[in-house]
């Protein structure tokens, strides 16, 4: 068995939890998580906490915010008036918001709060901030092919 590197292809399980415990993600039993360890397909700190596994191994691991989703970011928090929203969209302080922006990508957004002619909305990454805790289970170790490994090597 080889150990996972830069390059590799890796196909594991794993459950997300917060401090607290509570699961926010984890891969379905039937579809584990596949991705190219360097590709930064997934965040920071599960890219890391793969390399050097084997198959078979388990682990436990807790991901900083900054390894993670990052720190929550007071300019991502914003009052806007009421006004710019849709007429008659239906706020909720804690309902999440789909917005189109300009160039025609989709922002998501948590309502903060609420007042008759304002709204807080707040882009930050629901899990910015948090440190999170990884169970990973690596099913498979699969070598770059050769060819891809030296193409990394010399970007």
């Known amino acids: 068995m080889f150990p996972a590197v830069k390059g590799d292809i890796v196909k594991l399980h794993y459950t997300g939890k917060l401090a607290s415990g509570e699961i926010f993600d984890a891969s379905p039993e039937n579809r584990p998580l596949r991705f190219v360890i360097g590709k930064n397909e997934v965040i920071p700190g599960v890219e890391q906490a793969v390399i050097g596994m084997v198959r078979g191994e388990k682990k436990t691991v807790t991901v900083t915010a ?43 957004v948590e309502v903060l709060a609420l007042t008759e002619t304002t709204v807080t909305l707040d882009a930050n990454h ?10 990973i289970d690596m099913l498979e170790v699969e070598k770059a092919p050769k060819s891809d490994f030296f193409n990394q090597i010399f970007k």
Request: glycine fraction near 12%; charged fraction near 25%.
């Open 66 to 108: 900054d390894q993670a989703y990052g720190q929550k970011l007071p300019e991502k928090i914003e009052e806007v008036q009421r006004s710019i929203l849709p007429a008659g969209m239906a706020l909720n302080v804690g309902g999440k918001l789909q917005i189109t922006k300009h160039d025609g990508s989709l922002l998501y």
């Open 126 to 135: 629901p899990l910015a901030g948090k440190d999170l805790i990884f169970d």
